[in-house]
């Protein structure tokens, strides 16, 4: 181990993401977000240029390079932004009860009417079918339609401006996640090196496909759960994606609010079942964007998704244009903190365990789980080359780190967003025996443990065969 590499540590098992953009742009902001806890950089491809999202990166890659640390960092695509047009004089007022075209010919806008761009909306209504303008503020209900307008009735009426955003909920719309902007998007996120691709607007399995096939292994893939047609094939896209994001702003306005806590929980149960990582986003301290202190709800928002185990909790406006974004992420870094030193979040984690696969590499990390709690341990060290092993691991929630080795640095810095994993990028090795006296120095050099403790370590042998966990050891840590 080069003695030069810096010590560094997080003190908490659920990981935060950041979102960069105007507010957090410099070298300055980046680093300072990095020390005040983020694990996972989010580039949101929905605003800014590519350009400006390839400078972001580099200044991380450079306090990479200066902490010795592995940071993750995730291409967030825009997908479909389906919008109405125009309106000739300006913003109209719409009542309760008053009818309203939608129609698909150009023409100018008033309160009688105004264009959908959209024939794949079209092609998806029906008679009383709900339509969402505005993020929910005007809702609509058609009353007869065809394959260029729907004639509908205002349900809930609003002040309705200029290229407001439409949603059709419970409905299967036509249309890829992929747009042309995204392609292009997704080549530039792959050819700068992005660890992760956040797909959105995913309805079907099929949608995931699309998207791996362009990606073709540069990168791993995120399904973001913001359409409720997702959620009809929820264990579906689970099992075909890398990881799940509960996209809650936008599930929020397609179904009822009520409907959405209860949710989050049903997708992260089903996620930590798979051994998916799972992140928890949209609004978490929201109003940390003008304010430098969150609200009590905000704050225990954040802390029941802790409680449930999710691998994550993302900011977005909040770091990425709002005033205090270095205040945002010490106080998420706080409230994971102090959820995890309760008490009570580790009987709710071990309240909900999953039976282990019925494969050798599950029956050994799960044995490692049991093996840690019994004689002590303090932590579980993985050698692993794809990350399978350390997904695997973390599955287990363990009640120590889990300390991931490994020769491949993008596996190094895609394991930044797996709950409670300690990442470290080293050299290849070549026994079973080097690699265990190599988790143990490091063990003791990033402050996991000290002379005289006890590690748990697992790996597969022949060395570089993924999912191929076999090995379990008990190994002292020495001076």
Known sequence: MPKKRPSFRRTRQTKIVATLGPATSSAEAIRKLFEAGVDVFRLNFSHGKQEDHAARLALIREVERDFDHPIAVMADLQGPKLRLGTFADGPVKLTEGQSFRLTLQQRAGDATGVTLPHPEIFAALEPGQALLLDDGKVRLKVVDCGPDFADTVVEAGSRLSDRKGVNVPNAVLPLSPLTEKDREDLRFALDIDVDWVALSFVQRPEDIAEARKLIAGRAQVIVKLEKPAAIQHLDELVELTDAVMVARGDLGVEMPAEDVPSLQKRIIRASRQAGKPVIVATQMLESMIMSPTPTRAEASDVATAVFDGADAVMLSA?????????????????????????????????????DPENTAADAITA????????????????????????????????????????????????????????????????????????????????????????????????????GNTNVLRIAWIED
């Open 318 to 354: 909040e770091t990425a244009s709002g005033e205090y974004p270095v205040d945002a992420v010490m106080m998420m870094d706080r409230i994971a903190r102090r959820v995890e030193t309760d008490p009570i979040y580790r009987t709710i984690l071990d309240a909900v365990h999953y």
């Open 367 to 466: 044995a490692a789980r049991q093996v840690a709690h019994t004689i002590g341990a303090v932590a579980i060290a993985t050698y692993t080359t794809s990350g399978s092993t350390t997904l695997r691991a973390a599955r287990e929630r363990p009640e120590v780190p889990i300390l991931c080795l490994t020769s491949n640095l993008q596996t190094a810095r895609r394991m930044g967003l797996c709950w409670g994993v300690h990442s470290v990028h080293t050299e290849d090795v070549s026994s079973f025996t080097e690699m265990v006296g190599k988790a143990c120095r490091l063990a003791k050099h990033d402050g996991i443990g000290t002379a005289g403790q006890r590690i748990v370590v697992t790996a597969g042998v022949p060395f570089g065969t993924p």
